[in-house]
């Protein structure tokens, strides 16, 4: 008896499948997974915030409590920033493109998208100020100069350094994206 689920051989667009909850094309989704970097980053933080708040924790053994609120109080905002940094990058959705940073969130509907482009050009290295030679996936849109976007994704960005495949597989599904629900 063959099993099918631990085989590749298996057809997967069958009609009897299930659709998976994630198939919502309604429902903002990152079309690549979140890169070592930038989850290493948000478990160091998360760290931070374990030893913060164990801090509370003896301070409230001690009796202290308005400081022991303080400690508590910045272990939440660390852990907020955390999250943050993990949701950041480029979603995409029925209504359009949203390119989530850390501080600003920029939503842009496909009847703005004039054209999704991969470029040669200098990028910041994990977004700092220091500049190497990378790919980077630029946004051309309605009415806006092409300087005041900044690069959706970057070969040297916390999701993709070190995996050049996976920023041309990313950069591919974003552009996919954009050819299927921009207006023509």
Do not use: N
Request: glycine letters at 8%; proline letters at 6%.
């Amino acid at each position: 008896m063959p099993l099918p689920f631990l085989t590749a051989d298996r057809a997967f667009d069958t009609a009897d499948d299930i659709a998976l909850p994630s198939d919502d094309r309604e429902h903002w989704r990152r079309p690549y997974r979140p890169g070592p970097w930038r989850v290493g980053m948000a478990a160091l933080v998360l760290l931070l915030a374990s030893f913060v708040l164990f801090s509370a924790v003896v301070i409230v053994l001690t009796g202290a409590l308005s400081s022991a609120a303080i400690c508590f109080g910045v272990a939440l905002v660390v852990i907020a920033g955390a999250l943050r940094l993990l949701r950041m990058g480029v979603w995409v959705g029925a209504r359009g493109l949203r390119h989530v940073g850390f501080l600003v969130t920029r939503t842009t509907p496909w009847v703005q998208v004039v054209s999704i482009r991969t470029v040669q050009q200098p990028v910041r290295w994990l977004g700092l100020p220091r500049t190497v030679q990378g790919q980077a996936l630029l946004l051309a849109r309605r009415g806006r100069s092409a300087e005041a976007v900044p690069a959706l994704l970057t070969t040297h960005d916390a999701d993709f350094l070190g995996r050049v495949t996976a920023f041309d597989r990313a950069a591919d599904a974003v552009e996919a994206w954009a050819e299927e629900y921009r207006p023509r």
